[in-house]
DNA sequence: CTGAAAGCGCTTACAG
DNA sequence: CTGAAAGCGCTTACAG
């Protein structure tokens, strides 16, 4: 039962032309090469017959390239990178590019084993949230001259292309606009990782308080293990609250640590009211189906998309490097 | 800048050996091949020394296989897929396996290319969720010996591997829970996709009411059509709401759809209490947060994200076509 | 207008 | 104990 696939030497063969002739006219080069018209038709209409595909490894093996673009993440299951995913595929996919992809779990030992995996199936270029650690392989992609973009998370010893969002404005904005509403006893619950989108989360809420001239032991700033799972999360949130009952706002560094924190909240048997605010990092249907409903700092998913592609383009058109550009979009404060 | 990699020529030269033994230690074949522990530790210590790593596409040109999995879905961001992707990558990977994928769109035309793509680049297995009509090309890899796992969508006409769950069974123990406590007027919202998965949530529905002695015009079944915006489906929803203002029980066929239902209740001003139910399919975080928590369908991620690698890498370990297995799961009414 | 041949980087049967 | 050589399925510079 078992088939075998037609090769370029088997439509040959029944054209009765030389590999040659099926290379050229596969890859649109007979018109230029002067291939009559005759032998075009008689070999496509052989290889529609056929249901000959051309062998994509063996191309690959000999330009070199392979039309595939390899997104890494941290985790795909994450709402927010399988909705980049998404778009990614759909952009990529109507220039004629597939996304192959793969999650980190946010550790450099994958990350690299991965970067080693797509070096080694010749994946054109790389679209990568970093784990921190990567440094290196990054760079060692960049030296060979594949295109890359980074996103969401920064790497500040790499000159190479980023997008992403302004985290410190972001969380700026969150905690003035608590401050403005005449909250006195903000919490900011985030993750204990060393990554600048988190410390720029910490540093904009800071800041904030800062200039509003609220005293440091006035608020709370809650690490949550990284490892941690939800239900040691959930019992860390439920101690704070319990610890700090002034608490009248709280930002989440993140969308999962907000899932935790409203969890955690019910489970306290507090309520989201005019005595505590709360506003979540990533919007998702879960704040708008919230009751009451929950404000959140929205990334213009769409738009980062679009740079990432954008530059990825760039880079795969020219064999000229081209500028880097590391560009920082507004995140959006949903007011709900 | 541009560093090249190096190949299995350069390591042989640097060593002083041919590239056979290089191939050899490479692949663990160095010991039966009697190769000197001085030849392998010369050999092995210049790959270190050089970063070398097999050119993957040429292995795969050769041998005719990639230890790549692909796996093709409607939609990556779909959080039930997302789930199972991520199971699916992490336990592919533990047995050395890649996992490729990329979303459909529920098209027969995208599943067609994806599964062409993949073949081209000689993935050694497919696990599926199948659109309507991409029953010729499943076929095809079946009849080229490929190993294929189908999983939630069912594919009737095909002989081959399924993981899924008895959806007719779900949708009944839903309908029944309703009818036991004391629900008249049962809704359910399904999408207007003629694909067995939907066909069974809506068969097990009707005979529960059926078995109850309910007649057809007392219930309503609404069939959202496939390609709506979530605004359409919402408007829909909210004008089947206020057109049977006696329902009291809504089953949910999909998560989406209770997500759009959940909007369209809020948007009515009707509350979720004792006079309506709500039971919707595929749990997630977004139901337990909401107040009151939504009843749910739950499908054991797990155990289909085992069962399939399980029979994946039976496939794969024999030359032997093995037994053809339909898997199916029950799934869990979880009432809150 | 078309073809023979080299080569991409591997693996492996064969030979010694 | 190790190597020369064929071949996987393509692309492309070169030749005619």
Known sequence: MSTKASSIKDIAKKANVSITTVSFILNGKAVEKNISAAVIKRVEDIIEADGYKPNQVARSLRTGNSHIIGLIVE????????????????????????????????????????????KSRQVDAYIIAPALGAEKDIQGLI?????????????????????GIDNFDASHQAAENFIESGKKHLALVTVDLEIEQIKDREAGFRHALTEAGIKEDQSVILKVPFGNTR??????????????????????????????????????????????????????????????????????????????????????????????????????????
């Open 75 to 118: 985790d795909i299951a994450n709402p927010f990178f399988a909705g980049i995913a998404r778009m990614l595929e759909d952009r990529a996919y109507k220039k004629g590019y597939k996304i192959l992809y793969s999650s980190t779990e946010n550790k450099a030992s994958k990350t690299s084993e991965l970067i080693n995996l797509f």
């Open 143 to 163: 030296n060979e001259g594949k295109p890359v973009v980074l996103f969401d998370r920064y790497l500040p010893e790499l000159d190479v292309n980023y997008v």
């Open 231 to 336: 239900e040691e999360t959930i019992e860390l949130l439920v101690g704070m609250l319990s610890a700090h009952p002034k608490i009248d706002a709280i930002l989440f560094a993140t969308n999962y640590l907000a899932i935790s924190g409203l969890l955690a909240i019910k489970k306290t048997k507090k309520v989201i009211n005019k005595h505590l605010s709360v506003i979540a990092y990533d919007d998702g249907d879960i704040f708008k189906l919230h009751t009451p409903q929950i404000s959140a700092l929205e990334q213009p998913l769409e738009e980062i998309a679009d740079r990432i592609i954008k530059k990825i383009f760039e880079q795969l058109g020219s064999k000229m490097p081209v500028t880097i550009e590391k560009t920082i979009l507004p995140a959006k404060l949903l007011l709900r």
